[in-house]
């Protein structure tokens, strides 16, 4: 079902972040990059992608708690809908702040928080290893007895309100402001100023916040600067998901004691004992810094849109197929998505090797195409639709042979200021 309200919802998505583009163009406001926009959205895709294998954790957990056991039987009642929606957001409170202040949960989470934009892309970038540990905090929910199907949608709705709060174009809205969650206030929780740090957890209200102490209001005189206080400085979408993790294990390892081997991943992400430390010190943090912003030429830009677009119309097949097709099938289709992500991911990044890279995977897709006459293990293709597949591929391969002059590196051209 969520797969579905999804799809659905992307085309609401999709003209929501183009109004929003053309507005603060003519406000002559620098909202967007190109690389940013593309690869935020890349990670959204992934999320998705993964979240087709992860589904059953939550869900098929959650029912299993409810059925064995819910200490009552809730009905479908208008009353355990409104009780359930401000349950869940309650929960999911306690979840985002856990996910900010716990390195085992801020390693998914952070993915959400490594752009230094702030558009409604922002809010499509999401992790892929959230869903592993996420169902823990709605068990109370189960053990109530809050029916599965109302849980579902109670969730989209919460997660679906959450993606209009992700603008700079909307201001101060008075006293909506003091009871639900709103730009101004999640832009603070997105911020990097040490004043607005580990702030405003709510999904939908912001009064848990207000509630908890852990409300701020957004300061003219604080500019909110975003991202998060390791820069990524990568637009690789596996890097983004894993970096912290990599970091904590990094850590762990360098420490002497088995307590502080453990307590790395519950204290606060951060956190390094003397010895550590003293052996793998952190950079010190800078408020005002670089972005990470590679410069690309028109043609490499449209390039990449071409191949991210492309990807980004598929993936909707693959949600409706992966079902129905076998798991092998299944897992080395989404491989084929996210490894074309992760090439676009190199392009925006400007690194040479990824253009062999990119060659190989469009070889590969018009070569499986031609010779099995299948998607992925799928069914049979159309031969007119087998032809658009290795012609769209082999079209690709000449635009990359003509760009192979567009990937050039140098420390002059990774790094803007705004």
């Known amino acids: 079902m969520q797969e579905q309200v999804i799809t659905f919802a992307t085309p609401v998505f999709i003209v929501l972040i183009l109004l929003e583009m053309i507005i603060s163009a003519r406000r002559g406001q620098s909202t967007y990059f190109f690389s940013d ?13 993964t979240s087709a294998f992860f589904k059953l954790l939550l ?24 009780g359930g929606l401000l349950l869940y957001d309650f929960l999911y409170y306690w979840l985002h702040r856990c996910g900010h202040e716990m390195a085992i949960l801020w390693a998914a989470h952070v993915v959400h928080h490594q752009s230094e934009r702030y558009n409604l892309t922002t809010a499509l970038r999401q992790t892929s290893s959230g869903p592993l540990l996420a169902w823990i905090f709605y068990l109370p929910m189960a053990i109530i007895g809050v029916p599965v199907e109302i849980f579902v949608v109670i969730g989209l709705i919460d997660l679906l309100y959450q993606f209009w709060v992700h603008t700079e174009l909307i201001g101060k809205l008075g006293w909506y402001d003091r009871v639900f969650v709103s730009p101004s206030n999640h832009r603070v929780h997105h911020a990097t100023n040490d004043i607005y740090l580990d702030k405003n957890y709510g999904g939908i209200l912001i009064l848990w916040d207000r509630l908890f102490g852990t409300f701020i209001e957004e300061m ?11 820069p990524l400085r990568s637009w690789n979408p596996i890097t983004a998901n894993i970096e912290v993790y990599q970091a904590v294990i990094k850590d762990a390892v360098l420490a002497s004691s ?17 010895d550590v430390a003293q052996k793998n010190p952190h950079a010190p943090f800078e408020l005002h810094h670089p972005n990470f912003e590679p410069q690309l030429s028109p043609r490499l830009k449209w390039y990449c849109a071409a191949q991210f677009l492309f990807i980004f119309l598929i993936t909707t097949h693959f949600l409706a197929a992966h079902a129905s097709i076998s798991t092998i099938s299944s897992v080395l289709y989404a491989a084929w998505l996210i490894g074309g992500l992760v090439v676009v991911g190199g392009l925006t990044e400007l690194k040479p090797h990824y253009l062999g890279i990119e060659a190989a995977r469009l070889l590969f897709t018009a070569g499986f195409v031609m010779f099995s006459g299948q998607w992925f293990g799928e069914y049979p293709l159309s031969e007119p639709l087998k032809i658009g597949i290795v012609a769209v591929a082999m079209l690709s391969l000449v635009c990359l042979f003509a760009l192979r002059d567009q990937i050039k590196t140098s420390d002059s051209n990774q790094l803007s200021t705004n």
Request: net charge positive; charged share 15%; hydrophobic share 50%.
């Open 258 to 274: 088995w307590i502080d081997k453990l307590r790395f991943w519950i204290k606060h992400p951060g956190w390094q004992p003397a």
């Open 37 to 49: 926009t593309i690869n935020s959205m890349g990670l959204g895709v992934i999320s998705q992608v």
């Open 220 to 230: 003219d005189e604080h500019k909110v600067v975003y991202g998060t206080r390791k």
């Open 59 to 82: 869900i098929g957990i959650y029912a299993w708690v409810s059925a064995h056991f819910s200490l009552f039987k809730l009905p479908n009642a208008w009353w355990v809908w409104v």
